[in-house]
């Protein structure tokens, strides 16, 4: 079976093309491609495929085997990979409010968490460098975050983990998102706090981690413990979740600048569709054959 392995940021994923190969047991497989002494090494596993609804689809395993819903660090990676390999031809330019240039090609990618555009940035040889991609309007009610907790929005929420008393914005963006502010995130004990909370009780189906240090209004840092992976380089779903909960808790604006342990990513939640969008690059490391 030929494999793309493939990062956005560090956040990085073993690709297969399901146009042309068929994988039988993907969580299985996912399990054992990610485990970094033994088999490839990866923060999960991405499934090329084909789609009734869009240009492609793209189903997204983390390295314990669960699949998850979205992958904002993935989704521009499937984008860099399907232009390039001809999976589909590409569409009309993409138009992004606030930025100052147009993307001349785009793609529509199926997700577990509906259809998403991305806009594609190129090099002289026709190698996508960066991706925009419009992520969707923010889901900010905790029975579709979800979270097991009332109201209509989850602003700076007092919650007890292992001790300590912490602050939580809810957001999701296709995933669950749980966001804490802080002064440092370099002091915060993630590899403790993170499986803490994202097994609590509150979150039917468990939840990304994410604590963020406000440097500046329309900059952040953030560090991550992703569902089902652990610690990661870097998180795209969360970084615009962390955009929208800082413009929640008055403490960013709505066009930020994320860094990100593996580099950074530019934000802006749109006030005039509501939409966020997300632009980063898209680096494929090499290419392998892995043994049926």
Same mark, same amino acid.
């Given at each position: 079976?030929?494999?793309?392995?493939?990062?956005?940021?560090?956040?990085?994923?073993?690709?297969v093309?399901?146009?042309?190969?068929? @994988?039988?047991?993907?969580?299985?497989?996912?399990?054992?491609?990610?485990?970094?002494?033994?088999?490839?090494?990866?923060?999960?596993?991405?499934?090329?495929?084909?789609?009734?609804?869009?240009?492609?689809? =793209?189903?997204?395993?983390? &390295?314990?085997?669960?699949?998850?819903? =979205?992958?904002?660090?993935?989704?521009?990676?499937?984008?860099?990979?399907a232009?390039?390999?001809?999976?589909?031809?590409?569409? !009309?330019?993409?138009? @992004?409010?606030?930025?100052?240039?147009?993307?001349? &090609?785009?793609?529509?990618?199926?997700? &577990?968490?509906?259809?998403?555009?991305?806009?594609?940035?190129?090099?002289?040889?026709?190698? *996508?460098?960066?991706?925009?991609?419009?992520?969707?309007?923010?889901?900010?009610?905790? !029975?579709?975050?979800?979270?097991?907790?009332p109201?209509?929005?989850?602003?700076?929420?007092?919650?007890? *983990? %292992?001790?300590?008393?912490?602050? =939580?914005?809810? *957001?999701? =963006?296709?995933?669950?998102? &749980?966001?804490f502010?802080?002064?440092?995130?370099?002091?915060?004990? %993630?590899?403790?706090?993170?499986?803490?909370?994202?097994?609590?009780?509150?979150?039917?189906?468990?939840?990304? *981690?994410?604590?963020?240090?406000?440097? !500046?209004?329309?900059?952040?840092?953030?560090?991550?413990?992703?569902?089902?992976?652990?610690?990661?380089?870097?998180?795209?779903?969360?970084?615009?979740?962390?955009?929208?909960?800082? @413009?929640?808790?008055?403490?960013?604006?709505?066009?930020?600048?994320?860094?990100? /342990?593996?580099?950074? %990513?530019?934000?802006?939640?749109?006030a005039?569709?509501?939409?966020?969008?997300?632009?980063? /690059?898209?680096?494929?490391?090499?290419?392998?054959?892995?043994?049926?």
């Amino acid at each position: 079976m030929r494999f793309a392995k493939m990062h956005g940021l560090g956040n990085d994923y073993v690709y297969v093309d399901c146009f042309d190969h068929e @994988v039988k047991d993907p969580a299985k497989l996912a399990r054992v491609i990610s485990d970094r002494h033994k088999g490839i090494g990866a923060d999960g596993l991405i499934l090329i495929c084909p789609s009734e609804a869009a240009d492609v689809r =793209m189903r997204i395993f983390n &390295a314990d085997g669960s699949e998850a819903e =979205m992958c904002g660090n993935g989704v521009r990676c499937v984008a860099k990979y399907a232009y390039e390999h001809g999976l589909s031809p590409a569409g !009309k330019p993409l138009s @992004v409010a606030g930025q100052a240039h147009d993307y001349p &090609a785009s793609l529509n990618i199926e997700t &577990a968490a509906g259809i998403l555009t991305v806009g594609l940035l190129t090099d002289k040889r026709d190698r *996508v460098q960066k991706v925009c991609v419009n992520m969707g309007r923010p889901i900010l009610k905790p !029975k579709d975050v979800p979270v097991n907790l009332p109201g209509e929005r989850i602003v700076e929420h007092p919650i007890q *983990v %292992l001790g300590h008393e912490l602050l =939580m914005t809810c *957001v999701s =963006m296709g995933n669950p998102h &749980a966001i804490f502010f802080c002064d440092d995130v370099s002091l915060v004990e %993630l590899e403790r706090l993170g499986p803490a909370i994202e097994h609590d009780s509150l979150f039917p189906n468990r939840i990304n *981690v994410h604590f963020v240090q406000i440097d !500046k209004p329309h900059q952040f840092t953030m560090r991550t413990w992703e569902r089902g992976s652990g610690v990661t380089m870097a998180c795209g779903t969360g970084a615009c979740a962390c955009c929208v909960a800082g @413009v929640l808790a008055k403490n960013a604006r709505r066009t930020c600048t994320a860094h990100l /342990p593996g580099g950074n %990513l530019e934000l802006n939640w749109c006030a005039e569709d509501d939409c966020v969008y997300m632009t980063g /690059p898209a680096v494929q490391v090499f290419e392998g054959i892995w043994p049926d």
